[in-house]
């Protein structure tokens, strides 16, 4: 199985220094660059983020870390995903998930009450649909379309991954997901969790490909920031957050070699709060992550 292993932006990059961040990414020849979805930040968005680093790089993946599904109208979705991947084919890794991290960002993706899953698991759908055939008409119970028609179809049909690591979130990923981003688990948990949605696709006479299993995983070199802290210890109340976070880059390269051993190959590598220089960061991580790439 190929071991692929990439960066996430955060906080450190805002739109100021976004374009040389990618340049570097680039030069340094990574495998791939992830946006996360944090709204009320500097940060940029990451459908935006998506295209404008596509357009000035060659051969550079480019994925969202994740983004929000529910609460987003599915063909509007489906037609920017289309859009990039005409633009830079084999180079769009969309992965979605339930909600925003941040409680307080939920209101910019509204859906109704209680209905959360199920927007996400229709909205999902309807992507696919979308994305795959020629015309739609489609009838749910949140989005009605009648002759839609997204184009130019995508060369290779997209993957569509998903986040989570709740039991449903498993399930979800097994009965309609190509793979899985996870976040916050120890490797045990993540192999858990593989098993998991194996589970779900095969009893869903579906079957996600050995190498679709990835984490997003942070580093800090000068302790855990406490807001980072706080929300591994929302996602993980039991779990000590120096299990969840590398603490250092021996201890990330730890934690991977782990991570493959649990049957993961798909690796997000992303700074755990502010840091000084970003290229700073990329040549740690190229010196320590790289070589474990196969």
Do not use: C
């Not at 404008?52 to 051969?59: D, E, G, I, M, Q």
């Not at 909600?99 to 910019?108: H, N, T």
């Not at 996602?235 to 049957?263: C, S």
Request: zero cysteines; charged letters at 25%; a negative charge.
């Amino acid at each position: 199985m190929k071991v692929r292993i990439g960066v996430g932006l955060g906080a450190e990059v805002d739109p100021t220094g976004f374009a040389d961040a990618v340049d570097e990414i680039e030069r340094f020849g990574i495998d791939s660059l992830w946006l996360p979805e944090v709204v009320f930040s500097p940060q940029v968005d990451p459908f935006i983020g998506m295209a404008h680093a596509l357009s000035r790089t060659s051969r550079l993946k480019v994925g969202t870390g994740v983004a929000v599904l529910p609460g987003r109208h599915p063909v509007l979705v489906a037609k920017q995903l289309a859009s990039l991947a005409a633009l830079a084919p084999a180079r769009v890794l969309p992965v979605f998930g339930l909600q925003p991290a941040r409680k307080a960002e939920r209101q910019a993706f509204e859906v109704p009450p209680g209905r959360r899953a199920a927007v996400l698991e229709e909205s999902l759908r309807l992507v696919r649909l979308l994305l795959e055939k020629d015309e739609v008409s489609f009838s749910g119970e949140f989005f009605t379309v009648e002759g839609a028609r997204i184009s130019p179809k995508p060369r290779k049909p997209l993957d569509l991954w998903l986040g989570g690591s709740a039991p449903a979130a498993l399930n979800r990923v097994g009965r309609l997901a190509d793979g899985w981003l996870a976040s916050f688990l120890t490797p045990d948990q993540a192999l858990r969790g593989r098993e998991t949605i194996q589970a779900a696709a095969e009893a869903a006479g579906r079957e996600i490909e050995d190498d679709h299993y990835g984490i997003s995983l942070a580093v800090t070199t000068d302790g855990i920031p406490p807001e980072l802290a706080a929300l591994a210890r929302d996602r993980q109340p039991d779990t000590d957050p120096a299990d969840l976070i590398a603490t250092g880059w021996d201890h990330a390269r730890e934690l991977v070699k782990r991570f493959i051993d649990a049957g993961l190959t798909k690796f997000v590598i992303r700074p755990a709060g502010p840091i000084t220089s970003y290229a700073e960061f990329l040549d740690r991580f190229t010196t320590h992550m790289l070589p474990l790439q196969n």
